[in-house]
């Protein structure tokens, strides 16, 4: 191509990971190759093994990939526009695979052109800026990027535009360049952090204290013990989130709230996840064995139940909402192990049914909300639109059968050596119903949050519910 004669005609370069989309095209396809066929792990490290090229052009045509639904950069899409009202061309040059490229490429219909890596070419720092220059001259192009790999392509523009650039990258490119045009962008802050690491839902982890309480095994040597376990589980849980999230993201952009994921929407960096995963996970295991073996080995069962829900398990139909209900139980279990405790059998069975009710209405939250919408059965999950009433039905088996469980255990010998007033615990059946029904009912009526223990945390109702079997509780002892 000739480098057009007039400065303002001077095409605008593009990058496009990190640039143009505020995530990366190799990490998500990785993680949806790996969410659906977890053993392709071999198959990408073989192709590592021939270059960063063949790896990406094992991960080129990924069955989910929708570019409608990337998370575009609205300055970066405002100085695109830009560009083409003054008349000038405006190219997309990324390392990502040409396959993947071209499709974003149309899919905008803003570009004159594009670079793009394939099954040889890695383009990428060198060899993207060799081929820019081969194609428009040194100095004959502007340039907008966002990494250390896009500094041998800033030398060679004529102006420099940055994005998201890391502080180091910043200083780097000060030495280099001296007009710089740095485009606004905003930055996470502890609250999207938060967000990502799903620290609200460490509330569940309080499944940890129970067997205390049920116990009534009160000594600060155990609650301290009791405590550190939550936090081994909550760091660990936060990993699994992550995690998740990363397989999920297609599912996640697609879905009316997960959709404000940070790591759907480009908030934080993929990268940033990828790296916290195992700081928060390896910090969990430290703890967990200074606790004790008993409870490292409860906390790496989950953690292999949780890593195989989110690559298989939530995939299968029924063995999904049965895993979710032993993923509570085993919260329990950890808050045994980490005190020493001898958890109940009835505590048990009584938590596999009221946390597979729970896993079931929440299924159904799912499903409702795809029938309303119109949109087609879920892909990542196997159930089907028309499945709704069954998953309800279902529901309301499990959640009244952990009321059932809950009375044999009020009428066995083992209450008696526990309580002084043990008749005082037949009162919290009905409270169990009435709670269990009204869930029912408000996920019906599409009044339910997409996770039922978090609606119950905050609804008011549920709240003063769980009060009132607290003092039933205390009452009865």
């Known amino acids: 191509m000739e480098t057009p004669a007039r400065a303002e005609a001077r095409p605008l370069v593009v990058d496009l990971d990190g640039t143009l989309i505020a995530s990366d095209l190799l990490i998500e396809t990785a993680f949806s190759e790996l969410g659906r066929r977890p053993h392709s792990l071999f198959e990408m490290l073989r192709a590592l093994a021939r270059g960063k090229a063949a790896l990406k052009h094992r991960l080129a045509e990924p069955v989910d990939f929708d570019p409608g639904m990337l998370p575009y950069d609205p300055e970066v899409l405002a100085a695109i526009r830009q560009a083409r009202a003054e008349g000038r061309p405006v190219y997309l040059a990324s390392a990502s695979h040409e396959k993947l490229v071209g499709k974003i490429a149309a899919h905008l219909g803003l570009f004159t052109g594009w670079f793009a890596s394939n099954e040889i070419t890695n383009l990428a720092g060198e060899k993207k800026a060799a081929q820019l220059v081969e194609a428009f001259g040194e100095r004959g192009f502007d340039y907008i990027g966002n990494d250390a790999a896009d500094l041998p392509v800033w030398e060679k523009a004529a102006r420099t535009f940055a994005i998201r650039a890391p502080a180091r990258v910043r200083r780097q490119l000060a030495s280099k360049r001296a007009e710089i045009e740095h485009l606004p962008c905003p930055r996470p802050g502890w609250r999207t952090w938060a967000k990502m690491l799903r620290i609200h839902q460490y509330a569940k982890n309080a499944l940890i204290f129970v067997p205390l309480l049920t116990s009534h095994h009160f000594t600060m040597e155990a609650l301290t013990q009791a405590l550190l376990a939550f936090v081994a589980f909550s760091l660990c849980a936060s990993s699994i989130y992550i995690l998740n999230d990363l397989v999920d993201l297609q599912d996640d952009r697609r879905h009316r709230s997960k959709c404000n994921r940070p790591l759907a929407c480009g908030a934080i960096p993929l990268m940033h996840g990828v790296v916290t995963i195992p700081i928060l996970f390896l910090s969990a295991v430290a703890i967990a064995a200074m606790l004790s073996l008993p409870f490292l080995g409860v906390l790496l069962g989950y953690f292999a139940l949780t890593t195989a829900y989110s690559f298989a398990l939530k995939r299968m139909m029924i063995v999904d909402v049965i895993t979710l209900a032993g993923l509570y139980s085993v919260r329990v279990i950890g808050g045994a192990a980490a005190t020493g405790i001898m958890v109940s059998e009835w505590l048990l069975a009584f938590c596999m049914m009221i946390f597979m009710s729970l896993a079931l209405i929440k299924r159904y939250v799912e499903l409702a909300a795809r029938r309303d919408a119109s949109l087609p059965d879920p892909t990542s999950r196997d159930y089907r639109n028309s499945d709704l009433e069954i998953v309800a039905a ?84």
């Not at 809950?406 to 005082?424: C, G, K, M, W």
């Not at 009162?427 to 269990?436: A, H, K, R, T, V």
């Open 394 to 477: 279902l529901a309301a088996g499990a959640g009244f059968n952990a009321v059932t469980i809950f009375t044999l255990y009020i009428s066995s010998d083992a209450v008696n050596e526990l309580y002084t007033r043990p008749h005082v615990l037949w009162l919290i059946g009905p409270l169990l119903m009435y709670w269990i029904a009204r869930a029912l009912m408000l996920a019906s009526r599409r009044l339910m949050d997409d996770d039922p223990v978090v609606f119950a945390i905050k609804d008011r109702v549920s709240l003063i519910t769980a009060g009132a079997m607290a003092l039933l509780v205390l009452a009865a002892i």
